[in-house]
């Protein structure tokens, strides 16, 4: 069994930049998919990025396209490099691995572990 902890939320104003980090512990993900999500209130969790298990593949959502950046290490940590923020990207955010390996995963029934969520704010 995967743990997940992300790390890197807070209170950010419009057009600052934060850098979310999710750390795996309990198995190697060398050879997972990961993905981050993220969830407002009362709103379905929401696909941001996804990456393969190699690095060499991203997936983004469109509202985020040009502004994040999702990344991993050979230490089992997944980033994500939030730039050029938006109040509109106020949520809990959330990592994600890969029910299966070498699947290049971008739906949410496609990850079977999930972290604990950390909040992100953007004031205006």
């Known amino acids: 069994q995967v743990q997940l902890v992300e790390s890197g939320g807070g209170l950010v104003q419009a057009g600052g930049s934060l850098r979310l980090s999710c750390a795996a512990s309990?198995?190697?993900?060398?050879?997972?998919?990961m993905g981050w999500f993220r969830q407002t209130p009362g709103n379905e969790r929401e696909f941001v990025a996804v990456?393969?298990?190699?690095?060499?593949?991203t997936a983004y959502a469109d509202s985020v396209k040009g502004r994040f950046t999702i990344s991993r290490d050979t230490k089992n940590t997944i980033y994500l490099q939030m730039n050029s923020l938006k109040p509109e990207d106020t949520a809990v955010y959330y990592c994600?691995?890969?029910?299966?390996?070498?699947?290049?995963?971008?739906?949410?029934?496609?990850?079977?572990?999930w972290g604990q969520g950390t909040q992100v704010t953007v004031s205006s």
């Open positions: 309990g198995r190697s993900l060398s050879y997972f998919g």
């Open positions: 994600a691995a890969a029910k299966a390996r070498f699947q290049f995963a971008t739906m949410p029934s496609d990850f079977g572990s």
């Open positions: 990456i393969s298990w190699t690095g060499g593949g």
